[in-house]
Structures are given as structure tokens and as C-alpha cells.
């Protein structure tokens, strides 16, 4: 199998509240994860590339002060909202794959709602 | 840059009906991927396809990677109301690119 674990599964909180979130991958080393942005009735938007051990590439547009993104280990990546507001109010999807050329595979996502 | 294009955007079909979706890019990819998504979760993947021509089952799941390289279908036979979701066609250029999503079919299943 490929298990993807993504938690939390929904955060609510306050305005100028940093969150972080946790994408583990349970029974594979994933080489890379990705983070995903998904608006509502939207394809997923790409937002950074994490390699373990080494900084994410972020996508155009996505700051990086903003999200800041830990690989820390072969089965760990975290995203942190920095001081989130109503408008980073959406479901971020995490994925990972074992090497190049490989299927990702996702988390159950986070809903994260701020208020 | 890269894009796929899905076709249809939804459709609501009647429950034991077959479904033919497809995806198509102007680019060449070397892998094509479909995923499911339900209300609320992340994608699962359905299918994988690594070689042109490569035609691959799961259950009444069947995919092809067309011969050009450049699009893929899912056909689903005998739906059931549990197929409802949006269906995401992906492609993977090279072993190192990142994976492109198409938008997205949503498909409803009327019992």
C-alpha cells in the first residue's frame, strides 16, 4: 500500500493564529511531498515541492514567509500558515512519492477555516 | 506552460451506465495517472499507466494511455452511485517534473 496520514483533518481558529499542519507518509519513504490548495469545485493548486533535507520550491505566486514548509524526515512534512487570515481559509491536500516518475499519493486533506 | 484539458466538465448519468471521460494535453507525457476525489477528501489513485498504447483494469475501472502520448481516457461500465465524485486525469513529463492535474470530471450517478 501507499498510506498517506494528513492532520489535522479540520482547524478552525482566529485571525493572526499560526497553524500547522502534518503530512506523514505511513508505510513508504517518500523522496518528495507536495503541497496542494484546493478551492472549492477547483482542481488542486500546486504549492511548493518539498525534497527531505533540503529547501522547498514554492510556485509562483505562494510566499514563502507566509508557508513555510519542514521536510524533516523521509516520513514527515509540515506546513505552517503564518499568521493566517479569513482569505488562506481552504482545504490544503498533502501528497508524496517514493521516487521520480511515481505516483503521488494523498493525505485526507485539512479544512482549515479562520475566523 | 503544460496543461491537460478533461472532457466532459460533468455529467450525470443513470446508475448502471457506462462512463467514458477523457483527457488530452498538447504536450507529450510519460505517465498518466487518474485520480478520484470525494466531497471532503484528498484524491485516491485509480490507475496508473506507464507505456504508450498501455491499456490497465481495476474492477470496472479501465484506463489507456494513447498511442501519441498526448491523452488518456477512463471508461467506468455498470456505475454505481458510490462512482459519484470528480474524477482528476494527471500526467508526469519526465521522472523529475512535478505532476500536472487536468481540472477535473465530476460525475453524479442518478439511482
Known amino acids: 500500500g501507499a498510506v498517506v496520514s494528513q492532520h489535522p483533518s479540520r482547524v478552525i481558529c482566529k485571525s493572526g493564529t499560526s497553524v500547522k499542519i502534518e503530512c506523514r507518509s505511513l508505510d513508504f519513504q517518500a523522496t518528495t511531498m507536495f503541497w496542494y490548495r484546493q478551492f472549492p469545485k477547483q482542481s488542486l493548486m500546486l504549492m511548493a515541492t518539498s525534497n527531505e533535507g533540503s529547501k522547498a520550491t514554492y510556485e509562483q505566486g505562494v510566499e514563502k514567509d507566509k508557508f513555510l514548509i519542514n521536510h524533516a524526515s523521509l516520513t514527515l512534512s509540515t506546513l505552517t500558515v503564518t499568521s493566517a487570515h479569513p482569505e488562506d481559509s481552504s482545504f490544503y491536500i498533502c501528497?508524496?512519492?517514493?521516487?521520480?516518475?511515481?505516483?503521488?499519493?494523498f493525505g485526507d486533506g485539512t479544512r482549515l477555516s479562520i475566523l | 506552460g503544460q496543461q491537460l484539458n478533461q472532457s466532459p466538465q460533468s455529467m450525470f448519468i443513470q446508475e448502471g451506465e457506462d462512463v467514458s471521460m477523457n483527457c488530452t494535453s498538447s504536450s507529450i507525457f510519460n505517465t498518466w495517472l487518474w485520480y478520484k476525489q470525494d466531497p471532503g477528501e484528498g484524491p485516491v489513485l485509480l490507475i496508473a499507466?506507464?507505456?504508450?498504447?498501455e491499456l490497465t483494469s481495476n474492477g470496472r475501472l479501465t484506463a489507456q494511455f494513447g498511442i501519441t502520448r498526448k491523452d488518456s481516457f477512463l471508461n467506468i461500465s455498470a456505475s454505481i452511485p458510490s462512482d459519484v465524485g470528480i474524477y482528476f486525469c494527471a500526467g508526469i513529463r519526465t521522472s523529475y517534473d512535478k505532476v500536472i492535474f487536468g481540472p477535473g470530471t465530476s460525475l453524479s450517478v442518478i439511482p
Open positions: 499507466l506507464y507505456k504508450a498504447g
Open positions: 501528497s508524496a512519492r517514493r521516487g521520480g516518475g511515481q505516483p503521488q499519493h
